[in-house]
């Protein structure tokens, strides 16, 4: 069993140097970077916060490299997001956490020989969430604690355009075969994810797709061959294709092979569409093409879902 750190290991790592070091790696911006300062300083002078960030690194630390479930790797909120009021120990408190584990991921990221550059792409996520948050909720913090779980255990990582973490195919069987899946349930497949960083061109999504392989290869031979991917995503709701046909979502969609039934995604859509998860769809407006066909599709009763689809990943080569 992993040991905890001590209170005074916590206490080190979220202060002075290292802590600069961690916003340096996690690319914290203002008015984030002193926002999390701040947090940083209240949690490291306080008994019970700094132990709670040291179970927090512990979990982590017992975690770095396994494929864990979501109930396995489950972190529990610890505030209100909408709520402007709530301290900024809360609301930063699993930042401060994830620097507090950050030296343990880059000693997991150098065993496996993992290249610097490849350990700064994906950290800088945090800071690219950080800014999300105030964009979304109009005051600072994080609140996808469970998302940065992937990072830093080390299974997450950048590939250009998109990003891809290991993790096992968990559909159920009959849907995985009625797919035409060419691996099983509990497979270890690569999990592809979209970030919030610009158009999704067809060229620049195959450079990515053309990655993945090679690396988990490369970084986690023990591992078989990560041939497949899955996306679960509102990217993958086969009306995008009557919605905005001839856009890059559309081809983006159609790469994809559906597993199962779909589900609902209306709130998913207003959250990374218009980053307005809680809003009427009435009290939103469009400037884009996907917005305005989007909210026309809403006005006229229709309904977008999440779907979970599957490719088979190219051979690719290693960067």
Do not use: K
């Not at 290249?115 to 996520?125: E, G, K, Q, T």
């Not at 307005?276 to 229709?302: K, M, N």
């Amino acid at each position: 069993m992993t040991s905890l750190p001590s209170a005074d290991q916590v206490r080190a790592r979220i202060t002075g140097p290292a802590l600069q070091r961690a916003l340096d790696q996690f690319a914290v911006q203002q008015p984030d970077r002193a926002d999390f300062v701040t947090a940083a300083d209240r949690i490291r002078r306080d008994a019970a916060y700094t132990a709670r960030v040291a179970a927090v690194v512990g979990q982590l630390r017992a975690g770095m490299g396994r494929l864990l479930t979501p109930h396995q790797a489950f972190l529990p909120a610890v505030f209100d997001p909408q709520d402007p009021r709530e301290p900024l120990e809360a609301r930063f408190f699993y930042p401060v956490a994830f620097a507090a584990t950050l030296p343990d991921t880059l000693a997991f990221h150098r065993s496996r020989a993992i290249p610097d550059s490849a350990s700064r792409a994906v950290l800088a996520d945090l800071g690219r969430h950080l800014r999300i948050f105030e964009r979304t909720f109009g005051h600072t913090g994080l609140h996808v604690q469970n998302w940065f779980s992937l990072h830093l255990r080390g299974l997450i990582y950048d590939f250009g355009r998109l990003q891809a973490n290991l993790e096992r195919l968990d559909a159920p069987a009959s849907d995985v075969r009625a797919a035409g899946v060419p691996v099983v349930t509990g497979s270890v497949v690569a999990g592809v994810h979209i970030p919030d960083s610009g158009p999704l061109r067809p060229s620049d999504v195959d450079a990515s797709l053309h990655r993945i392989r090679p690396f988990f290869a490369r970084h986690f031979p023990e591992l078989p061959p990560v041939s497949v991917a899955q996306c679960d995503s509102w990217l993958l709701d086969e009306q995008l294709l009557d919605l905005v046909p001839g856009s890059n979502i559309a081809r983006f969609c159609a790469r994809w092979q559906p597993i199962g039934r779909p589900a609902d995604g209306d709130e998913s859509v207003r959250n990374f569409v218009f980053r307005r998860p809680y809003a009427d769809p009435a009290d939103l407006t469009a400037s884009t093409r996907l917005e305005h066909a989007v909210l026309a599709h809403w006005r006229a009763g229709g309904h977008l879902h999440t779907r979970t689809g599957w490719l088979q990943l190219p051979s690719g080569s290693a960067d």
